[in-house]
C-alpha cells in the first residue's frame, strides 16, 4: 500500500495513486503443481496491518501513514495527505487538523509562501485545488485545470509550477508549467512542451531542477541503466544545463540554498535521504541511514528544519530535523481534529452461523465524501475502492454522518454490507457477517497467487511477513509465492524474508514462501519456486551493474509433490 516506499497508495507521487497501478499483478487461476486452483488478484506492495481491540484508544500515534509532507517557510506547520485528505499538523507534533473533505483523494500539498494558500491534487478526478490554509476552505482558480505531482509556489504567490494540461488531458498529455491564478493561462516551461515527474524550483523562483533517466519508450525500465541526469533550466523557459548524471534513480528533489535534497536508493532496495550541493555535485551525500525508507523531503526557508516520511515501522511517520543541530524527531500525533462533532464505531466481521471471527477486506466510505480506516493501518486503493485488512474487529474514530461499510473476503464468501448513521459522541458497534458459498479446500483445491512482490519500491508503506499475512487471509488465498527480485536498479527487494522454506509465520490454512523472481531485460522473467537458496545472479542483462557470483554447483528447486485433479 505503494511506493516513493515499498508499497500503496501511490496517489500522484513518483510512480503514481494512475503510475501507480502498474504495481498491481493480474489475477491468475494456478496449476495443481503450484498449490492452486482458484486464482485471486494481489496488487504489488498491498499494504495492510492488524487492528487490534482498542487502537483507537491509544493517546499518541507515530506512525500514522501520512504522505508527501510539506513543511512551511517558516518551519512552524507540516501539510500532508492522509487517508485522501489533506491535514496539518504543528512541526512539533499534538494534534492534527483536517482541511478538506468531499470525495476523492487529495495529495500533493503546497504551501504558498505568505502561508496563506494550500493546493493539492485531487488524484480522483485530476483536478487541481486551492483552499484556505487555516480554514481549509475552498478558493476560487480560473478554469479547471488538471495536474499531477508536485506543486510549487513562486515566491510572489502569483502563480503556480506544475504539471498541468486542459480539462479532459490524460496525465502524459500534461507538461511542466506554470498557472496563472490571475488568468487561468498555462504557459510550458520546456520546448517541447513535456512532462517532468521529478523538479523543484529554486527558493528565488528564478531555476528549475528537474531529472531525466536512461530508459527509451517501449523498453523494459533499467535496461540502459538507472542513471539519472539532473538538469536546470530558467524558469521561464530556455536551454537546460546539465548539472551532474547521478549514479541511480532520483524520487523528490527539494531545493533550499546551495543544495539539493532528494531521495534515492541507491546502494540498495530501500530509499534513503541525501543532499547534492550545486557548486560540486560530486560531493553528494548520504543523509540517512534506515533499514526501511525515508522519503519526500522538504525544508523549510531558513535551511533549519527539514521533514521527511519513514516507513520502518510499516505505515510512514513524520520525522522532524534540525540541520542545524542534526537533532530529529519521529513526531506524535495526540489527536485527529475532524472540524466537526465525531463518533466511535467498532466493527465485526464473522462468519455467517459458525460466528467464527474472520480477517477480511474492508471499505468504510462517507456518504458523498471520504473513505476511511484505523489510524497506522497500511490503506490501499484498487480503482476508485480504498479498503484496509481487518483480524476480526477494528476500531475508528469518525465523524458524525451517514456511512457504507462493504467486507469482502476473497470469492468464497459473499460481499456484506451495511449503511449506518453515526451521530456526534455516539459509540456504535456493527456485526457483519459473511456468509461462505462455497469451500474448495474441503475438496482439495487450494487457492494461491505465484507472484507476489510484497516490496517493489512504488509506494509508501513497508510489508513483512506479518502484513502480507494478513492480506493473504482476507483475499482468502490459502498458499503465496513471494519474490525476491530486482526492479530496475541494483537493489534487491525482500532479501531479508528468504527462508528456504515456509515463513514461520504460515498457518496451516496460510502458506508464505518467499521465492525468487530471475529478471533479465532481454530475456524476460522467470518465476522460481519452492528454493532452498537464492539462485545467483538475482537480474541480469543490465548495464553498469554489479557483478554477481553465479554458482550451478547445487540444486536449488525441487517439485511439489501435490494430487492432480481435472
Same mark, same amino acid.
Given at each position: 500500500?505503494?511506493?516513493?516506499? $515499498?508499497?500503496?497508495?501511490?496517489?500522484?507521487?513518483?510512480?503514481?495513486?494512475?503510475?501507480?497501478?502498474?504495481?498491481?499483478?493480474?489475477?491468475?487461476?494456478?496449476?495443481?503443481?503450484?498449490? %492452486?486452483? =482458484?486464482?485471486?488478484?494481489?496488487?504489488?506492495?498491498?499494504?495492510?496491518? $492488524?487492528?487490534? &481491540?482498542?487502537?483507537?484508544?491509544?493517546?499518541?500515534?507515530?506512525?500514522?501513514?501520512?504522505?508527501?509532507?510539506?513543511?512551511?517557510?517558516?518551519?512552524? /506547520?507540516? +501539510?500532508?495527505?492522509?487517508?485522501?485528505?489533506?491535514?496539518?499538523?504543528? $512541526?512539533?507534533?499534538?494534534?492534527?487538523?483536517?482541511? @478538506?473533505?468531499?470525495?476523492?483523494?487529495?495529495? #500533493?500539498?503546497?504551501?504558498?509562501?505568505?502561508?496563506?494558500?494550500?493546493?493539492?491534487?485531487?488524484?480522483?478526478?485530476?483536478?487541481?485545488?486551492?483552499?484556505?490554509?487555516?480554514?481549509?476552505?475552498?478558493?476560487?482558480?480560473?478554469?479547471?485545470?488538471?495536474?499531477?505531482?508536485?506543486?510549487?509556489?513562486? &515566491?510572489?504567490?502569483?502563480?503556480?509550477?506544475?504539471?498541468?494540461?486542459?480539462?479532459?488531458?490524460?496525465?502524459?498529455?500534461?507538461?511542466?508549467?506554470?498557472?496563472?491564478?490571475?488568468?487561468?493561462?498555462?504557459?510550458?516551461?520546456?520546448? &517541447?512542451?513535456?512532462?517532468?515527474?521529478?523538479?523543484?524550483?529554486?527558493?528565488?523562483?528564478?531555476?528549475?531542477?528537474?531529472?531525466?533517466?536512461?530508459? +527509451?519508450?517501449?523498453?523494459?525500465?533499467?535496461?540502459?541503466?538507472?542513471?539519472?541526469? +539532473?538538469?536546470?533550466?530558467?524558469?521561464?523557459?530556455?536551454?537546460?544545463?546539465?548539472? @551532474?548524471?547521478?549514479?541511480?534513480?532520483?524520487?523528490?528533489?527539494?531545493?533550499?540554498?546551495?543544495?539539493?535534497?532528494?531521495?534515492?536508493?541507491?546502494?540498495?532496495?530501500?530509499?534513503?535521504?541525501?543532499?547534492?550541493?550545486?557548486?560540486?555535485?560530486?560531493?553528494?551525500?548520504?543523509?540517512?541511514?534506515? #533499514?526501511?525508507?525515508?522519503?519526500?523531503?522538504?525544508?523549510?526557508?531558513?535551511?533549519?528544519?527539514?521533514?521527511?516520511?519513514?516507513?520502518?515501522?510499516?505505515?510512514? /511517520?513524520?520525522?522532524?530535523?534540525?540541520?542545524?543541530?542534526?537533532?530529529?524527531?519521529?513526531?506524535?500525533?495526540?489527536?485527529?481534529?475532524?472540524? #466537526?462533532?465525531?463518533?466511535?464505531?467498532?466493527?465485526?466481521?464473522?462468519?455467517?452461523? %459458525?460466528?467464527?471471527?474472520?480477517? +477480511?477486506?474492508?471499505?468504510?466510505?462517507?456518504?458523498?465524501?471520504?473513505?476511511? /480506516?484505523?489510524?497506522?493501518?497500511? !490503506?490501499?486503493?484498487?480503482?476508485?475502492?480504498?479498503?484496509?485488512?481487518?483480524?476480526?474487529?477494528?476500531?475508528? %474514530?469518525?465523524?458524525?454522518?451517514?456511512?457504507?461499510?462493504?467486507?469482502?473476503?476473497?470469492?468464497? !464468501?459473499?460481499?456484506?454490507?451495511?449503511?449506518?448513521?453515526?451521530? &456526534?459522541?455516539?459509540?456504535?458497534?456493527?456485526?457483519?457477517?459473511?456468509?461462505?458459498? @462455497?469451500?474448495?479446500?474441503?475438496?482439495?483445491?487450494?487457492?494461491?497467487?505465484?507472484?507476489?512482490?510484497?516490496?517493489?519500491?512504488?509506494?509508501?508503506?513497508? *510489508?513483512?511477513?506479518?502484513?502480507? $499475512?494478513?492480506?493473504?487471509?482476507?483475499?482468502?488465498?490459502?498458499?503465496?509465492?513471494?519474490?525476491?527480485? *530486482?526492479?530496475?536498479?541494483?537493489?534487491?527487494?525482500?532479501?531479508?524474508?528468504?527462508?528456504?522454506?515456509?515463513?514461520?509465520?504460515?498457518?496451516? #490454512?496460510?502458506?508464505? !514462501?518467499?521465492?525468487?523472481?530471475?529478471?533479465?531485460? =532481454?530475456?524476460?522473467?522467470?518465476?522460481?519456486?519452492?528454493?532452498?537458496?537464492?539462485?545467483?545472479?538475482?537480474?541480469?542483462?543490465?548495464?553498469?551493474?554489479?557483478?554477481?557470483?553465479?554458482?550451478?554447483?547445487?540444486?536449488? @528447486?525441487?517439485?511439489?509433490?501435490?494430487?492432480?485433479?481435472?
Amino acid at each position: 500500500m505503494t511506493s516513493q516506499s $515499498r508499497t500503496s497508495v501511490d496517489q500522484n507521487g513518483r510512480n503514481e495513486p494512475g503510475a501507480q497501478m502498474k504495481r498491481a499483478d493480474a489475477a491468475r487461476r494456478l496449476l495443481p503443481l503450484l498449490l %492452486t486452483s =482458484l486464482a485471486v488478484a494481489i496488487m504489488y506492495g498491498v499494504a495492510s496491518v $492488524r487492528n487490534p &481491540p482498542g487502537q483507537e484508544a491509544r493517546t499518541t500515534w507515530r506512525a500514522i501513514g501520512a504522505i508527501y509532507p510539506r513543511i512551511s517557510d517558516s518551519g512552524e /506547520a507540516i +501539510v500532508f495527505s492522509f487517508q485522501g485528505a489533506i491535514w496539518r499538523i504543528a $512541526r512539533d507534533g499534538g494534534i492534527m487538523r483536517r482541511l @478538506t473533505g468531499g470525495p476523492g483523494f487529495d495529495a #500533493q500539498p503546497a504551501w504558498s509562501h505568505d502561508e496563506s494558500r494550500i493546493a493539492y491534487v485531487n488524484t480522483s478526478s485530476g483536478e487541481l485545488r486551492l483552499i484556505n490554509a487555516e480554514t481549509g476552505v475552498g478558493l476560487k482558480l480560473p478554469g479547471r485545470p488538471l495536474a499531477n505531482g508536485r506543486l510549487y509556489f513562486h &515566491p510572489q504567490n502569483s502563480r503556480l509550477l506544475g504539471n498541468f494540461g486542459p480539462d479532459k488531458s490524460e496525465v502524459r498529455q500534461q507538461a511542466l508549467a506554470w498557472l496563472d491564478f490571475e488568468n487561468g493561462g498555462i504557459r510550458p516551461v520546456l520546448d &517541447p512542451p513535456r512532462h517532468i515527474e521529478v523538479f523543484c524550483l529554486s527558493p528565488d523562483g528564478e531555476r528549475i531542477a528537474f531529472v531525466s533517466f536512461q530508459d +527509451v519508450e517501449g523498453e523494459q525500465g533499467g535496461h540502459n541503466g538507472p542513471q539519472a541526469d +539532473v538538469w536546470i533550466v530558467p524558469s521561464n523557459g530556455g536551454e537546460p544545463r546539465k548539472l @551532474t548524471r547521478f549514479r541511480s534513480r532520483i524520487f523528490d528533489l527539494d531545493w533550499r540554498g546551495g543544495n539539493l535534497y532528494f531521495t534515492t536508493d541507491l546502494g540498495g532496495a530501500h530509499n534513503d535521504l541525501w543532499v547534492l550541493p550545486l557548486d560540486d555535485p560530486s560531493q553528494a551525500r548520504k543523509l540517512t541511514f534506515g #533499514q526501511a525508507d525515508e522519503d519526500s523531503p522538504s525544508t523549510s526557508a531558513d535551511g533549519r528544519w527539514l521533514v521527511y516520511t519513514d516507513n520502518h515501522e510499516n505505515a510512514t /511517520a513524520l520525522v522532524v530535523r534540525d540541520l542545524n543541530s542534526g537533532d530529529q524527531k519521529t513526531l506524535s500525533v495526540s489527536r485527529l481534529d475532524f472540524g #466537526q462533532p465525531t463518533g466511535k464505531i467498532r466493527l465485526l466481521a464473522m462468519e455467517k452461523g %459458525t460466528q467464527q471471527p474472520l480477517v +477480511v477486506r474492508v471499505s468504510l466510505q462517507q456518504q458523498g465524501g471520504k473513505y476511511f /480506516a484505523p489510524v497506522g493501518s497500511l !490503506y490501499r486503493i484498487h480503482r476508485t475502492l480504498e479498503h484496509f485488512y481487518c483480524d476480526g474487529q477494528a476500531e475508528i %474514530t469518525l465523524p458524525a454522518s451517514k456511512y457504507l461499510v462493504r467486507v469482502f473476503r476473497g470469492l468464497e !464468501y459473499r460481499v456484506a454490507q451495511q449503511e449506518f448513521e453515526l451521530a &456526534p459522541d455516539q459509540n456504535i458497534t456493527l456485526r457483519l457477517e459473511l456468509e461462505r458459498w @462455497t469451500h474448495p479446500a474441503s475438496r482439495s483445491w487450494y487457492s494461491g497467487e505465484s507472484h507476489i512482490h510484497a516490496n517493489y519500491g512504488y509506494g509508501h508503506w513497508y *510489508n513483512t511477513p506479518e502484513t502480507m $499475512r494478513l492480506q493473504l487471509e482476507g483475499e482468502g488465498l490459502n498458499v503465496a509465492n513471494f519474490m525476491v527480485a *530486482n526492479s530496475d536498479t541494483d537493489g534487491v527487494f525482500d532479501r531479508e524474508f528468504f527462508r528456504g522454506a515456509p515463513d514461520p509465520r504460515s498457518a496451516p #490454512q496460510t502458506i508464505l !514462501y518467499c521465492n525468487e523472481e530471475f529478471r533479465a531485460t =532481454l530475456w524476460g522473467h522467470m518465476t522460481l519456486i519452492n528454493l532452498k537458496q537464492l539462485v545467483e545472479p538475482i537480474f541480469t542483462g543490465f548495464p553498469i551493474r554489479p557483478t554477481c557470483r553465479t554458482d550451478t554447483s547445487t540444486t536449488l @528447486t525441487r517439485p511439489i509433490t501435490l494430487p492432480i485433479r481435472s
